[in-house]
């Protein structure tokens, strides 16, 4: 099989990390006997010092020319001072609109190898945890109106929060359909005793569950769920929400895994095009000094060939790549607490590759 991958390495650690990535993947070309053609294009900050935009015309038909996406991270104290518009950040709003991604599956568990870097209590890292986070990825508050104003007290921004049927309708049957292939139990995460939002949005995901019988389905506050995730984090098996909860949830639960360097996420929209990336950000007090954890990037691009290219086996080959590197005791300095000296990036890349064997 041949596919075409869009590289968008982007800033920070984002070259190191998609180089890691690469080199799986051509492992498994080789392996399987698939051909991955890439194409780099520019994103964020590399684009803003290149072409003035962090979001150029070519990135956005170099990536809907391509079969799926793979994103390394964005964003730095470079630009920090640049208006909203011009920011690293904008491109990755602007990339999910332009390829039509309105779903983030973020899973979060936590690997038996890696029990001792949880935070949590001794009994709560005995039950573990594994669990599926299906965040709304292109509405709600962040594509809400916003600007700035001058009120009663003087200047005043604002950022408006708004969701249609259509919008909540689409991410809860992906959610239901998640929930349905796994354990079969899903919680819709809101704040609907405050927000108007969350009232439709707790609304249409009843009216969606009467579709789903086989699917428990229950709700949670938002403020209860960011509890829950450190009181007991074992009872969540699939997890819906909005994008700034799914957001900030999602970082909450990849802290207690151990290490956000270990999260990879998948973004996909109606057809089997995805975008691929760690949920972590560009690290730049680590850039260019090999050192950041390639973990993520590489499940992010097991996903890749999950969920875009039906490539079960080889998805499962990596993964199973992963976890045997982990159990064997490796570790990135992220990971590494005391004992052996961390590996650096490339090390560990190559450790996962020896592990994929021939």
């Known amino acids: 099989m041949q596919y075409k991958i869009a590289l968008l390495r982007g800033d920070g650690i984002g070259p190191e990390i998609v180089d890691s990535a690469v080199e799986v993947l051509d492992k498994i070309a080789a392996r399987f006997g698939h051909e991955f053609q890439y194409e780099s294009y520019l994103i964020g900050g ?17 990536c ?71 965040r709304e990825l292109t509405g709600g508050i962040y594509f809400g109106e916003r600007g700035m104003r001058v009120g009663k007290y003087g200047e005043e921004a604002f950022d408006t929060e708004c969701y249609s049927r259509m919008e909540i309708e689409r991410i809860a049957r992906v959610a239901f359909e998640a929930a349905r292939k796994r354990r079969g139990n899903l919680i819709s995460i809101d704040k609907a005793n405050v927000l108007e939002t969350s009232r439709l949005w707790r609304k249409v995901v009843h009216e969606i569950a009467l579709e789903y019988s086989d699917v428990s389905c229950a709700d949670m506050l938002v403020d209860n769920a960011a509890m829950q995730l450190v009181r007991n984090p074992a009872q969540f098996d699939v997890v819906v929400t909005s994008n700034m909860f799914g957001d ?34 560009s690290a730049p007090d680590i850039a260019g000094q090999n050192k950041a954890n390639p973990i993520a990037t590489i499940l992010s691009a097991a996903m890749m060939l999950r969920y875009s290219f039906a490539l079960a086996d080889e998805a499962d080959a990596i993964e199973q790549a992963v976890d045997r590197v982990l159990a064997a005791g490796w570790r990135t300095a992220d990971l590494a607490h005391g004992g052996a000296p961390p590996l650096t990036t490339k090390e560990m890349t190559q450790k996962i590759l020896a592990e994929l064997g021939e």
Request: aromatic share 4%.
């Open 46 to 62: 590399s684009a803003i010092d290149a072409c003035g935009e962090p979001l150029p015309k070519e990135t956005v038909e170099g």
């Open 64 to 134: 809907l020319a391509s079969d799926s996406v793979l994103l390394g991270a964005v964003g730095g104290p470079k630009w920090d001072t640049l208006p909203g518009n011009l920011r690293p950040e904008k491109a990755l709003l602007g990339i999910r609109a332009a390829l039509g991604l309105f779903t983030n599956l973020r899973p979060a568990k936590l690997y038996h190898a890696l029990r001792e870097e949880c935070p949590l209590r001794a009994d709560i890292v005995e039950r573990g945890f594994d669990m599926m986070i299906v």
């Open 248 to 281: 900030i949830l999602s970082d909450e639960a990849s802290q207690i895994t151990g290490s956000i360097g270990m999260l990879p996420s998948a973004s996909l929209g109606e057809g089997t095009r995805g975008m691929y990336e760690p949920i972590h950000g």
